[in-house]
């Protein structure tokens, strides 16, 4: 019998983000913590080590910043989960909650960069146009930016008088150009690599006009530091295989530099005045996030597939410890590499323990697609093995984490790219005896929801079950419904609309293949779901009941996933019943 105490735990366990602090007050800061049952944002003083919980939604609350100055918390009011509504604002030490710029009206966010004396830089995308506004305390928002294609609100430096804008004016949102303007709208500087190669913004350093930049001229995600006054750009060669992000020490000195490779994340500090290396001692597994304080020491969120999240500092302390226990252990995973049509796939692969092979086996299909598994802790897996079954991860053709040619290659054949990797590794799990072939398992969510859909329909012999959360299912209505960036992102992937390419998204639609299926099909949608609308998935639902074939929908009140824990346990529950239904194991 399975410890459902045991794997549930995992979900229950009260977790916390990294701590965020005031640029100019660093003793408050802001974090995310699901201790309520809901994911919700929290003040913390760190000088009087008093917490209070900022919100308190049905739906929690994903979004938050605190202004440098550590007076006030900016968040996000979205309605049901779906990602639409408005900024908030509230003093930090609690009060009442406004609108922090009452003149905009409900948009998607895209993104947002708080300067000093309450000014503020805000990303929106609406129904037509992406827009940022430059908003000032007591007068009217400017409009320093508006186009159809996407943009963002990439950053404003310590004194307002730079603002940096993500954009895609040249209609590749996955590769996007910076430009940096004054308060005015003029033009200081651009910045673009070119068709294919993206730059985006990250900070200006804490004093002066530089800009930190993550471009990719080397095939790769590699920082860079951009002045745009002058024009100088200084490359910061690392010399690290894999992609590298980083960010600023608070005095402008150094690099915090965040080393992705092979599934696992490492940090180092980059002096910019000698072009040192240091790594810094951290253990082997996954950086969440990670930031440096105004003493010098490293604070950083980090896990791996055996051990649960914890926040740590450089000298040693766990710096902020949620109440209750911790969640429960799970097994560690094996690196496998197999050969694939586009060269060497990388998969994680983690076993149930006192069980001989071949074992029922789960591919759990990572989202994105911009994404990659890594060796974090992730309680869906871990509940799987519990539940006695192997667990593969693929970080297929249009993974981040393997260069900008491996991320790409999906372009222009989306979809299919991704499960011919996905099906190598299926081989390579049944042919080493890892899998057994008749109990075999395709789920993921999102993007990977969309893959699983895919894959029962391009390989329906290869698979046993299929489990597509918040997935596309017929990609032509996702088009009509899904919010502008998305429209956006999808002509970028495709190489234009459904109306110009009809072709493209006709061979990478799920519901083109709905007839081919055989398997046991569980499809969980939300109903506010901006990022995958409801209205295709009920396309594909309703071919499938015409056709007669098994399956079953689980429908719940949020957007693209949800912030409630039970809401995930029930979700977990309702795949791991499905998928042991339909494979025997019940």
Not at 193 to 201: C, L, S, T, Y
Not at 239 to 253: C, H, K, N, R, V
Not at 536 to 549: F, H, I, K
Request: charged share 25%; aromatic share 8%.
């Amino acid at each position: 019998m399975v410890d459902d105490t045991r794997w549930k735990a995992r979900f229950r366990a009260a977790r916390v983000s990294l701590p965020r602090w005031a640029r100019d007050a660093p003793h408050r800061c802001l974090y995310r913590s699901n201790v309520t049952g809901t994911w919700e944002l929290y003040a913390w003083d760190r000088r009087a080590d008093t917490r209070r919980q900022v919100t308190d939604r049905p739906h929690g609350t994903e979004y938050g910043l605190l202004t440098p100055e550590g007076d006030a918390i900016w968040w996000f009011a979205d309605t049901d989960g779906d990602e639409f509504g408005v900024w908030m604002r509230e003093p930090f030490d609690g009060g009442t909650a406004v609108p922090a710029v009452p003149e905009l009206p409900s948009t998607y966010p895209s993104g947002l960069a708080l300067g000093a004396d309450g000014v503020a830089l805000v990303g929106s995308t609406g129904e037509s146009s992406g827009t940022v506004h430059l908003c000032r305390p007591g007068a009217p928002p400017v409009t320093l930016y508006e186009h159809a294609e996407d943009s963002y609100a990439a950053a404003l430096s310590r004194d307002a008088a730079l603002a940096a804008i993500g954009h895609s004016e040249h209609g590749d949102s996955r590769h996007m150009a910076l430009r940096v303007l004054r308060p005015d709208g003029t033009v200081v500087a651009e910045l673009w690599d070119g068709p294919g190669r993206g730059v985006w913004g990250l900070a200006f350093a804490p004093g002066g006009s530089r800009l930190l930049v993550t471009h990719e001229r080397h095939g790769r995600e590699e920082p860079l530091v951009w002045d745009p006054l002058t024009g100088a750009q200084d490359e910061i060669a690392l010399g690290l295989p894999g992609e590298t992000d980083a960010s600023w020490y608070p005095d402008g000195s150094a690099l915090l530099v965040a080393h992705s490779f092979e599934a696992r994340v490492e940090l180092y500090r980059y002096v910019l005045a000698d072009r040192s290396l240091t790594r810094i001692d951290t253990p082997r597994g996954v950086i969440g996030s990670a930031a440096a304080r105004p003493d010098g020491t490293v604070e950083y969120s980090w896990s791996s597939a055996a051990a649960p999240p914890v926040v740590r500092s450089t000298s040693g302390a766990v710096v902020l410890v949620p109440p209750g226990e911790p969640a429960p252990a799970s097994v560690p995973v094996e690196d496998v590499w197999v050969e694939g049509p586009g060269g060497r796939v990388h998969a994680l692969v983690s076993r149930p323990v006192n069980a001989s092979a071949p074992h029922a086996t789960v591919f759990e299909v990572h989202g994105g697609p911009m994404a990659q598994d890594e060796d974090a802790f992730a309680p869906s897996a871990a509940a799987w093995v519990d539940h006695g079954f192997a667990v593969v991860r693929v970080n297929y053709r249009g993974s981040t984490g393997y260069g900008s040619a491996w991320r790409d290659a999906i372009e222009g054949r989306v979809g299919l790219t991704e499960l011919e990797d996905v099906q190598a590794v299926r081989d390579w799990a049944v042919e080493s005896g890892l899998a057994d072939p008749s109990k075999l398992v395709v789920t993921g969510g999102s993007w990977g929801g969309y893959l699983a859909l895919l894959a029962v329909g391009v390989h329906p012999g290869a698979w046993s079950v299929a489990i597509a959360s918040v997935p596309i299912a017929d990609y032509v209505a996702a088009y009509e419904d899904e919010t502008e960036p998305l429209r956006a992102f999808d002509r970028s992937l495709f190489g234009g609309s459904p109306d110009e390419v009809p072709d493209r998204y006709r061979a990478s639609s799920p519901i083109t293949y709905v007839d081919r299926v055989t398997a046991p099909v569980l499809v969980m949608a939300g109903e506010n779901d901006p990022r995958c609308p409801i209205r295709q998935v009920e396309n594909y639902l309703a071919r499938l009941a015409d056709l007669g074939r098994p399956h079953d929908v689980y429908r719940f009140d949020a957007g693209h996933g949800s912030l409630v824990v039970e809401e995930h346990i029930e979700q977990m529950e309702a795949e791991i019943t499905f998928a042991r239904k339909h494979l025997g194991l019940a």
